[in-house]
């Protein structure tokens, strides 16, 4: 990738509006070490406060009301399992 974005960071970057706004860093698995002693590969990773509870908030309410009204109204059938729901639909 030389331009843009990975779905991998994509993912990462909605992860602070369900996480207190403390953003984590993406990672995947590059190796699994199976009982033969060898070390496991541990990821880094970073951890960082990067939105208020006030924009967590607003975001939150934007991303929930996809899953109302829109391509994401289907979703909603699920709410009443969880506690928040909320999604991203069309381009970013």
């Known amino acids: ?9 994509l993912a990462a970057a909605y992860t602070p509006f369900l996480n207190k706004g403390e953003y984590t860093s993406g990672h995947t698995i590059k190796q699994i070490t199976f009982k033969s002693g060898e070390p496991t590969l541990t990821p880094i990773l970073t951890e960082e406060t ?13 991303l929930s009301t996809v899953t109302s009204y829109g391509t994401g109204r289907y979703a909603n059938q699920l709410k009443r399992e969880f506690k928040y729901l909320g999604g991203k639909t069309g381009t970013t």
């Open 1 to 9: 990738l030389t331009q843009g974005v990975s779905p991998k960071e």
């Open 50 to 62: 990067i939105w208020s509870p006030e924009t967590i908030s607003e975001m939150k309410k934007a």
